[in-house]
C-alpha cells in the first residue's frame, strides 16, 4: 500500500494562460502501480481557474474544499465541498474559485490520458 | 455533466459483520455513463469499521475528514483527512475509525468490480 499526504507531494504550478492560480499534483498514478485510473489534487488560489477545455476522455471529480464554479453549457455553476461531478469525454469544462480559501477538488482519469 | 451533493445520495448501511457503523454510496458510477471506473463514498461512525478483506482490484482512496487507522500488513496504520491511499489487489485491508467524528472517504474502484 501507498499512503501520501497530499500536502507533501510536489505540485506542478500552472500560472500562465490557459489556467492561473493553480496548483496539481499527481496522487495515484502509473508511478505507483496504478494501471487503471489516476487520482489527481487540484488546488485553485483566490481568483484562478482551470484551462476551459475538452478532451476525449472523462473526468471524475470531488470538491474536498471550498466553493467556486463550474463552466457547463455556456453557464457558471456554482458547486462547492462534499460535491461529485461526473464530466463526461469531450464536454467543454472550466473550474474556477469564488472565495477568498482554497478550492480544492479531486480529479480522476482514466490511464490512457495525461496524468497531469 | 452530473453534479452530485453526497449527502443526498441515498445511502446502503452495513451495519452487521463483517463491517459496522458504515454508510456506502455510489457518487459516480455505470448509472451515470461512467464506463472505466467507479466513484465512491464512506462514511464510518464512531466505532466502526469496514470489512477486512482482499480481492483482485485496486482501490484509490482519498480521505476527505476525520481520523482513523488502515490495517496493512498485520499492523494498524494512523490515517487522516487530506491524504491519498492506494490499495493494491490482493492486499488485506480495513479501516476504521478512531475519533468521535465520522471518518468520510472516497473509494474508487475500476470498471469490473463491484460498484457497492
Redesign the interface.
Known amino acids: 500500500?501507498?499512503?501520501?499526504?497530499?500536502?507533501k507531494v510536489i505540485p506542478t504550478i500552472f500560472d500562465d494562460e490557459p489556467a492561473k492560480g493553480l496548483k496539481g499534483r499527481i496522487?495515484?498514478g502509473n508511478a505507483?502501480?496504478?494501471k487503471?485510473?489516476c487520482?489527481r489534487?487540484f488546488e485553485i488560489n483566490k481568483n484562478g481557474y482551470t484551462p476551459r477545455h475538452s478532451h476525449d476522455w472523462?473526468h471524475?471529480v470531488?470538491i474536498?474544499s471550498g466553493s467556486g464554479y463550474?463552466y457547463?453549457n455556456g453557464e457558471w455553476?456554482p458547486?462547492k465541498s462534499?460535491?461529485?461531478?461526473?464530466?463526461?469525454g469531450n464536454?467543454e469544462?472550466q473550474f474556477k474559485n469564488s472565495s477568498d480559501e482554497p478550492f480544492i477538488m479531486?480529479c480522476?482519469v482514466?490511464s490512457n490520458a495525461p496524468e497531469l
Open positions: 500500500m501507498i499512503i501520501k499526504n497530499y500536502s496522487l495515484i505507483d502501480g496504478a487503471n485510473f487520482m489534487i472523462e471524475e470531488f474536498h463550474l457547463e455553476v458547486v462534499g460535491q461529485a461531478v461526473f464530466i463526461p464536454e469544462h479531486i480522476l482514466p
